[in-house]
């Protein structure tokens, strides 16, 4: 046996192995927008991104401080700002704001254009450059997402839309930071160190937004409060950097255009939403380009 032949097996393993926790993360993300309509029970918009990011912080700077994990070296620090205000601050305030007048339907097939900025991102940021394949199948899925918003937004956009397409830009590029990021430390240790990097800007911004907004407490609130400071913003990222230093970030980008599918499944069982008959159709459109991306060189 050669040290090629005995080398597939373990590569292939790698590859599945991050697949699978890339997909994690999607799952994870997918259940963002109907956690954060729940969380809008209970907070306004800006106290809503304010605290999720305290209680984040709390979290991974607890298990940075048990585990005794040092500071990262002072040439990842500008990434890991990148991260935080992409990730952290950029996406989840850009589209908190558009959930107070747009539906978590109508976002989600919105946000299905992320798995293409993200790529683009990718690409000029690393040099790696896909096939022509992988390209076109991004840009069906794209095309796809456009067309359904503005049928949705009757032929203008809205403003929820403008959040949720300055949303993409911002996360794309903390997507792609922290994936290149994840390469040089585990991916804990990335949103842990981001989250951390906006503490004092998040304790500021919760004392101010609190002092402004009013709080009703519900059921609904605080698990939706729970579920994006714990299972979106932490969890949730850990899974996707470590899935995106395993098979590039290009590659896992694209499991993203599975998001919208399920965030419309969660959007009917949880909130009662009813969808248009564009909505699913957009959604398993975009969802097809999965295969072909994910069989294409990268």
Do not use: K, N
């Amino acid at each position: 046996m050669t040290a090629q032949d005995s080398a597939t097996p373990t590569t292939s393993i790698a590859v599945s192995s991050g697949t699978l926790l890339a997909a994690l993360g999607v799952v994870a993300f997918s259940l963002t927008f109907p956690s954060t309509v729940w969380g809008l029970e209970s907070f306004g918009p800006w106290s809503l991104v304010a605290v999720r990011s305290v209680l984040a912080a709390l979290i991974a700077g607890g298990f940075l401080l048990a585990l005794r994990v040092p500071l990262p070296e002072r040439r990842h620090w500008a990434g890991l700002v990148v991260v935080a205000g992409g990730v952290v601050v950029g996406f989840p305030l850009l589209t908190t704001l558009a959930l107070v007048t747009s539906t978590t339907s109508h976002a989600a097939v919105v946000v299905g254009l992320l798995p293409l900025t993200t790529a683009a991102f990718a690409a000029l940021r690393t040099g790696r450059r896909p096939s022509r394949t992988f390209w076109l199948a991004a840009l069906a899925g794209a095309a796809v997402v456009i067309v359904f918003t503005v049928q949705q937004s009757g032929g203008a956009l809205q403003a929820g839309d403008l959040h949720l397409f300055g949303a993409l830009l911002v996360c794309a590029a903390g997507y792609t930071e922290g994936g290149r990021l994840a390469r040089l430390m585990p991916g804990w240790q990335v949103i842990g160190w981001a989250l951390v990097v906006c503490l004092p800007l998040s304790l500021a911004g919760s004392a101010l937004a609190l002092s402004v907004e009013p709080v009703r407490l519900t059921a609904h609130g605080v698990i939706g409060l729970l579920w994006v400071a714990a299972g979106s913003t932490f969890c949730g990222l850990y899974v996707w950097y470590r899935g995106m230093a395993s098979i590039g970030i290009a590659r896992a980008s694209q499991l993203q255009l599975a998001q919208p599918l399920l965030t419309l499944v969660w959007s009917v069982s949880l909130l009662g939403e009813r969808l248009s008959p564009a909505a699913p159709v957009a959604a398993v459109a975009v969802l097809v380009c999965i295969a072909v991306t994910q069989r294409a060189r990268i």
